[in-house]
Nanobody
């Protein structure tokens, strides 16, 4: 079983930056894909960005060019660098991991609030 612990959320003004981190812990882990999803009030959870163990990334059009996902495989940690933040980026951001070929885990979520 894997535990995901997120950090780095907070309140920032529009145009600012934040960096989210998510560390996975557990024994015998082979984490194929890690990613970030977000859910704004009244909306469905949506994919923000994902990254495979080989470094292949997939980024949502809404954040492309502003957000960058990266990963440290040795630390089982994924990062999301968020630049040029907009009020519409306000949401709870969740870390996700697909591991051991069949399991999915979610973090507890971290709030990101972007003010005008």
């Amino acid at each position: 079983q894997v535990q995901l612990v997120e950090s780095g959320g907070g309140l920032v003004q529009a145009g600012g930056s934040l960096r989210l981190s998510c560390a996975a812990s557990g024994s015998g882990l082979v984490i194929t894909t890690m990613g970030w999803y977000r859910q704004a009030p009244g909306k469905q959870r949506e994919m923000v960005a994902t990254i495979t163990i080989f470094g292949n990334t997939n980024t949502a059009d809404a954040v492309k060019g502003r957000f960058t996902i990266s990963r440290d495989n040795a630390k089982n940690t994924v990062y999301l660098q968020m630049n040029s933040l907009k009020p519409e980026d306000t949401a709870v951001y969740y870390c996700n991991a697909f591991y051991n070929s069949q399991f999915i885990a979610w973090g507890q979520g971290t709030q990101v609030t972007v003010s005008l």
